[in-house]
């Protein structure tokens, strides 16, 4: 989680910069500011201002938070933190279970009810939804989003910028290539080749990367 952080600049206004503000505030971050450029005057949550964009520097003790759900925009969200010098946090909801041994890089959101287990490797800025399930050995890539509920079975392993979708699943020691997007619901029973976007159970590819 943020090293006792103050408050949090988050990059964003969408859902999941929701979801960030619920984590943080389970963990007793009360003061947030959002930045999207859609912004209304005047709109605020919970109390907590939304404007159109950051200027200067985040106080004394914040910490700065890319909450774009798009893995690429994400990205982009985390050079420009990294560029201006500012702290980067790492949100892991309280209610989550860390393994022993793991690694979770900063940028990372780690949700509700999620379980790491031991000696899992979480790469930077990647979304571990609520209530999903990263297993012992697995390693997870820079900028990947696992959703809602999917489930990585032990020594699994998903590339860079991989979308691996709701009530997803990738069984043991299976691998899913870099910006592949698996569809709700696939299962990924053998290691995929190619880059892609896959569906059903089995896992098929539908439309490859480069189309």
Known sequence: ????????????????????????????????????????????????PVIKSFEGDPPDGWQ??????????????????????????????????????????AGTFVGHHCHVGPMASIGQSCILNTGCIVEHDCVVGDFTHVSVNATLAGRSQLGSFVFLGTGSTVI????????TICGAGTVVTRSL???????????????????
Request: aromatic share 6%; with cysteine; hydrophobic share 40%.
């Open 64 to 105: 700065c938070f890319p909450a774009a759900g798009d893995n690429r925009k994400r990205q982009a969200q985390t050079g420009h933190i990294r560029a201006q010098g500012w702290p980067l946090a790492t949100i892991i909801s309280p209610t989550a279970t860390v393994g022993i041994g793991s690694s979770i890089a």
């Open 1 to 48: 989680m943020t090293d006792k952080a103050k408050g949090l600049w988050i990059y964003g206004f969408g859902g999941h910069a929701r979801s960030i503000a619920d984590v943080a505030m389970a963990l007793g971050i009360e003061q947030l500011v959002f930045a999207d450029a859609d912004a209304r005057d005047g709109e605020s949550f919970l109390g907590c």
């Open 172 to 179: 043991d020691k299976c691998s899913v290539p870099d910006g």
């Open 193 to 211: 080749g190619i880059s892609g976007t896959y569906v059903g159970v089995p896992a098929r590819l539908v439309k490859p990367e480069s189309q």
